[in-house]
Structures are given as C-alpha cells and as structure tokens.
C-alpha cells in the first residue's frame, strides 16, 4: 500500500460515517435548509459547533459570491472549506540539528503516551539518532516497567527511579546522562491524572523548570498526545495542560480505532496548535507525519 493508502485505510471508520451522513443531504437545490442541516450534520460528525458554523457561513458566502444553484456543486467546496483550517497548520515534528531535541509528553491516561513514545524512539533509532527515554510517570503502577517494555523492543536506553520518585529529579538525571551521551533525543514521558490536577499541574510546571534550568544548547517541544476517540472532549484538555506547559503541538492518536477522526478539523481550529504526528495504526510506520491535505483528502475519498 501506497502512503496515501495506507493513511485512507486508517481513516476508514471515519470516512465511513463522514461522508455517508454529509453525502445524503448532497443533492438538490441550495438553499437556507440545506445551510442548516450541514451545520446540523457537520456538528454530528464531532466536527464542534463553532467550526461548523464557520465551515456553514463559508459556503454560504460562497454559494452567493459563486452563484452556486446546485447542492452537489458544493461537494468540492466543503473540501476545500476544511483544508483551508487544517493547512495553516502544518505538520510533522522536526528537530533541530545540532541540539538535544527534549520532546516532553504530556496527556491524559489511557491516551497512548507510551506507545507513541516507543514508536517515535524506534523512529528515531532508525534514521541514526542517539536516543534516550525518560521515565517521568512515577506514580502510575507500572508506568516504568511499560515503557522499559518499549525501551527494550527499539533499542534504546531509558532513565528511570524508583515507583513514586521526584518526577523532576529524573528528568533533571535524564538531560544530564542525555549530555554526556551525545544524544540527539531525550524523549519524557509524564503522568496523566487529570482527576488529581493540582499534584499533575505542579509536577508539570517543576519539571518544565528544570528543564528551562538545564537547557542549554537544547530545544524543547512540549507535545499533548490526544486519544482520536475523545473528539471534542481534547479541546478542554488541551487548555488544562496548557495551564502549565507551553504546549507547541499536538499528537492525536488511535484514529484507526473511531468515528470521531472528523474532530481533527474543530481541535485545530479551537486549539490553534499544529497537529505534528497521528497514529493510524498499531505498527510503528503507523505514526505518521500529519499532512493536512492527505488528511481531508482521505476523509472524501479512499483513493487518490
């Protein structure tokens, strides 16, 4: 399977349910009720109801301006509506040269952390990079023993302490042995109890200044890995992550598993944070770089 392909079949549960409710209204006369059952129909696909009233008012205009008269005219328009949300958002996590590159990860459990953290350093190992992992998730059972299985399966070293450990002081081990590897990639994992919010806050926030404290000649992204199920429940954890981490993008993972991917187009639009990697698939290939055009793309049509 082709990339394209393979980024298609992921999307399938989402296109399946996407298009088919869209498609059914996508014939006849334009006019104000069809206006307001795609707003209707966008706000069912977890599209958020903010953005689909943007994505509605836009083609409205442009049905005027355009002197559309005919519903499935619109069918390329509405495309293309949503392309241009997703495409000021460009994606793919790129590192800079000659630097530690410190992704620290945050989001809730249960949204795939430590999986993509495994993924991303078997990734990584396989261009050539120097990869280390930490294990700053210490007070989840077994969070270190996890992502040791991770660590042991792509090779790489990780820096862990024991169950209910400073979370900071192993971050603040994990840069130092980073440095003195030669490491391209310190990759942290962090914990996720949303239902104990100020502990999770305040471990993010001492550990977001240890590594300010630590950085030199380093570059730092802060990344919310989102569960694809979630849809528009990942807008309000953005913004309590965001309280105390100067997120700078987004993973959104699992989308092979829901209906829900449609919400991609209202978190980028709310959020304002580029989406970097998606997980359309269990194999490691499956975290992919998210391109915004091969995104809606797959949501029209399987192929290209």
């Known amino acids: 399977m082709g990339l394209f392909s393979k980024l298609a079949a992921g999307l399938a549960k989402t296109r399946d349910t996407f298009t088919s409710g869209l498609k059914s209204i996508f014939s006849g006369k334009v006019d104000e009720e069809f206006f307001e059952e795609l707003e209707e129909r966008l706000i069912l696909a977890d599209v958020g109801v903010n953005t689909s009233m943007k994505i509605t008012e836009n083609l409205r205009a ?72 930490a294990a700053g998730d210490t007070y989840r059972a077994a969070a270190a023993e996890q992502l040791q299985g991770w660590a042991d399966r792509a090779g790489v070293p990780l820096i862990r302490q024991a169950e209910g450990a400073d979370p900071a002081a192993v971050v603040f081990d994990a840069i130092a042995a980073a440095k003195a590897r030669n490491c391209d990639v310190l990759i942290v994992d962090t914990a996720g109890r949303l239902q104990n919010k100020t502990n999770l806050m305040q471990e993010l926030a001492k550990i977001g200044r240890v590594i300010e404290r630590e950085g030199e000649n380093t570059a730092l992204q802060s990344l919310l890995v989102i569960d694809g199920g979630t849809g528009q429940n990942a807008i309000s954890q953005a913004k309590q992550f965001g309280e105390v981490v100067q997120l700078t993008g987004l993973i959104v993972t699992k989308l092979d598993g829901t209906a829900k991917g449609g919400a991609l187009i209202g978190i980028v639009d709310e959020i304002g944070l580029p989406i970097k990697l998606i997980g359309v698939g269990e194999g490691i290939e499956d975290l992919r770089d998210f391109e915004p055009m091969d995104y809606v793309k797959a949501l029209f049509r399987d192929k290209e």
């Open 62 to 133: 442009r049905a005027k301006s355009e002197h559309i008269k005919e519903r499935d005219d619109l069918w390329q328009a509405l495309e293309e509506e949503m392309a241009s949300i997703v495409d000021k958002n460009q994606g793919g996590l790129r590192l800079e040269k000659g630097k530690l590159n410190i992704l620290l990860l945050t989001g809730v459990n249960g949204a795939g952390k430590t999986t993509t953290i495994g993924k991303l350093a078997a990734r990584y190992l396989q261009e050539g990079r120097n990869v280390l992992l």
